[in-house]
């Protein structure tokens, strides 16, 4: 999930580890203390109560050892990135899915594009559909709209 880090992400994300990284002296092998999570946090801008920073150290130090070393950061870092996207992504999809039926039409995406200032014709919105449209029925899924229906079918072949 690292590879999901953009370079900028990753020149932060090392900048934090080594002004936590305590014992190591800065360097990247070195390994961080779960209790600095919070301070982690708190470098790289993310507000968070005690509860959030509580629940943020048990999902990254399941087996809790009480340290993290730098590679398992970024692996952590780049999965938080890929789940933040994708809970985005799902309410996007919500905001366009008018009829709450759990696909998306080139009606619904012309009329949400419009409620956001952005005027397309119905042929501009259907071939919008066509580009997410997996399995060519004309609408568009949540799955085919997250991406993962391509992955699903990529995978079977």
Same mark, same amino acid.
């Given at each position: 999930?690292?590879?999901?880090?953009? %370079?900028?992400?990753?020149? %932060? #994300?090392? %900048?934090?580890? &080594? +002004?936590?990284?305590?014992?190591?002296?800065?360097?990247?092998?070195?390994? /961080?203390?779960?209790?600095?999570f $919070? $301070?982690?946090?708190h470098?790289?801008?993310?507000?968070?109560? !005690?509860t959030?920073?509580?629940?943020? /150290?048990?999902?990254?130090? !399941?087996?809790? &050892?009480?340290?993290?070393?730098?590679?398992?950061? #970024? @692996?952590?870092f780049?999965?938080?990135?890929? @789940? %933040?996207?994708? =809970?985005?992504?799902?309410?996007?999809?919500?905001?366009?899915?008018?009829?709450?039926?759990? *696909?998306?039409?080139?009606?619904e995406?012309?009329?949400? +594009?419009a &409620?956001?200032? &952005? +005027?397309? *014709? #119905?042929?501009?919105?259907?071939?919008? /559909?066509?580009?997410?449209?997996?399995?060519?029925d004309?609408?568009?899924?949540?799955?085919?709209? #997250?991406? *993962?229906? =391509?992955?699903?079918?990529?995978?079977?072949?």
């Open positions: 999930m690292a590879d999901q880090l953009n %370079e900028e992400e990753l020149d %932060e #994300l090392r %900048e934090a580890f &080594r +002004l936590f990284d305590k014992d190591g002296e800065g360097r990247l092998d070195g390994k /961080i203390a779960m209790a600095d $919070g $301070g982690i946090m470098f790289l801008g993310k507000k968070m109560t !005690p959030q920073i509580e629940d943020l /150290i048990m999902e990254a130090d !399941p087996n809790r &050892r009480g340290w993290m070393e730098f590679w398992e950061f #970024l @692996e952590f780049g999965k938080r990135k890929v @789940e %933040e996207e994708r =809970k985005r992504r799902m309410i996007c999809f919500k905001a366009f899915d008018s009829d709450h039926d759990g *696909t998306l039409t080139a009606a995406v012309q009329s949400a +594009l &409620r956001r200032g &952005r +005027l397309v *014709t #119905l042929k501009q919105a259907e071939a919008i /559909i066509r580009r997410m449209d997996v399995n060519g004309g609408q568009v899924s949540l799955d085919e709209f #997250l991406g *993962t229906a =391509k992955e699903n079918a990529a995978g079977r072949r």
